[in-house]
């Protein structure tokens, strides 16, 4: 990029934060903090309003806006293949908000750009797995859990508590969400537990935000996530698969924790890091007669056993 178009780039981030921080123009654009103060001067030089704060970060005066900008035909294709996960992936009124939005985007477009977009639009498909959960309906979590996250509200959740297999309500402080493995998940402060937990929005029965107001300080989403994948009890396993066999395995290999496969020639060696032995088991039981365990010896003791279990009842 180019100094010119970089410096742009800069003044529409400005716009789009109330506060934006050196450090992130620096990684955002790959340059040094001493560029990032030479072309915030520029700006600055250049009659732009721009209010510097030592230790916080760069905003403009209130009131100043550049006029509409157009967008290149690579964001707007951007924008335009989100929409398609966005419609997919998430619920019936965060995909209709999605849509409105796009509605505007396409507006500023020029008549070529249209044109361009028109052009693939059906060849480009988001599609659900077999598996893929279903809202219950009615609810429609994203838009709710998102106001009460930017507000600092709590959320009355009525939700089905899977493992235990009862329904309950909650009073949940929202940190944040996330999608993982065909799920969203809301990672939030429940009331009742006095803990974290874990709400995957498949579950939830019903959604409310109430006026309460989040008093506890919580730590950034990104924080109890690492925190939450580094103090769990992850096992590593190996596995050499037939590589016929291999193939089948498709995306439950992903579900299951694959982190490395090495071709051995008629075998695969899969590596997978999983929190859940036993389930691992059970899911290696599928495809047994066609594949050998490694590692770990606690593997292959509870393999066996749950055969012998499924012989005594032959």
């Given at each position: 990029?180019?100094?010119?178009?970089?410096?742009?780039?800069?003044?529409?981030?400005?716009?789009?934060?109330?506060?934006?921080?050196?450090?992130?123009?620096?990684?955002?654009?790959?340059i040094s903090l001493r560029t990032v103060y030479r072309d915030i001067r520029t700006l600055e030089e250049a009659g732009v309003p721009i209010i510097g704060e030592a230790g916080t970060g760069y905003s403009l005066a209130d009131g100043y806006r550049?006029?509409?900008?157009?967008?290149?035909?690579?964001?707007?294709?951007?924008?335009?293949?989100?929409?398609?996960?966005?419609?997919?992936?998430?619920?019936?009124?965060?995909?209709?908000?999605?849509?409105?939005?796009?509605?505007?985007?396409?507006?500023?477009?020029?008549?070529?750009?249209?044109?361009?977009?028109?052009?693939?639009?059906?060849?480009?498909?988001?599609?659900?797995?077999?598996?893929?959960?279903?809202?219950?309906?009615?609810?429609?979590?994203?838009?709710?859990?998102?106001?009460?996250?930017?507000?600092?509200?709590?959320?009355?959740?009525?939700?089905?508590?899977?493992?235990?297999?009862?329904?309950?309500?909650?009073?949940?402080?929202?940190?944040?969400?996330?999608?993982?493995?065909?799920?969203?998940?809301?990672?939030?402060?429940?009331?009742?537990?006095?803990?974290?937990?874990?709400?995957?929005?498949?579950?939830?029965?019903?959604?409310?935000?109430?006026?309460?107001?989040?008093?506890?300080?919580?730590?950034?989403?990104?924080?109890?996530?690492?925190?939450?994948?580094?103090?769990?009890?992850?096992?590593?396993?190996?596995?050499?698969?037939?590589?016929?066999?291999?193939?089948?395995?498709?995306?439950?290999?992903?579900?299951?924790?694959?982190?490395?496969?090495?071709?051995?020639?008629?075998?695969?060696?899969?590596?997978?890091?999983?929190?859940?032995?036993?389930?691992?088991?059970?899911?290696?039981?599928?495809?047994?007669?066609?594949?050998?365990?490694?590692?770990?010896?606690?593997?292959?003791?509870?393999?066996?056993?749950?055969?012998?279990?499924?012989?005594?009842?032959?």
């Amino acid at each position: 990029m180019n100094r010119i178009d970089r410096i742009s780039a800069i003044l529409i981030q400005l716009q789009s934060r109330r506060v934006v921080k050196a450090q992130f123009i620096a990684d955002r654009f790959d340059i040094s903090l001493r560029t990032v103060y030479r072309d915030i001067r520029t700006l600055e030089e250049a009659g732009v309003p721009i209010i510097g704060e030592a230790g916080t970060g760069y905003s403009l005066a209130d009131g100043y806006r550049l006029p509409p900008i157009a967008f290149t035909i690579e964001e707007a294709t951007a924008l335009f293949t989100a929409e398609k996960l966005v419609e997919t992936l998430t619920d019936e009124v965060n995909s209709g908000s999605y849509q409105s939005a796009m509605f505007k985007v396409r507006a500023v477009l020029k008549n070529g750009e249209k044109d361009y977009l028109a052009g693939i639009d059906n060849r480009i498909e988001v599609l659900k797995g077999r598996r893929a959960p279903q809202m219950h309906e009615g609810v429609n979590p994203m838009q709710p859990v998102l106001k009460a996250i930017a507000e600092k509200k709590v959320l009355s959740l009525k939700y089905f508590s899977y493992y235990r297999q009862v329904h309950t309500e909650r009073c949940v402080e929202p940190v944040g969400v996330f999608y993982l493995d065909r799920y969203w998940h809301l990672i939030g402060w429940c009331q009742m537990q006095q803990d974290y937990r874990d709400f995957r929005f498949d579950r939830m029965l019903d959604v409310q935000l109430t006026n309460n107001d989040v008093l506890k300080q919580h730590p950034a989403l990104k924080t109890y996530i690492d925190n939450y994948y580094h103090e769990r009890d992850v096992h590593r396993v190996v596995l050499k698969i037939d590589k016929k066999m291999a193939l089948h395995l498709g995306d439950e290999k992903l579900y299951h924790g694959l982190v490395g496969e090495v071709d051995l020639g008629d075998e695969i060696e899969m590596t997978f890091l999983t929190g859940f032995l036993e389930g691992f088991a059970r899911w290696f039981l599928f495809f047994a007669d066609y594949a050998t365990i490694v590692e770990p010896a606690s593997l292959r003791t509870m393999a066996k056993d749950l055969v012998e279990k499924v012989l005594l009842k032959l």
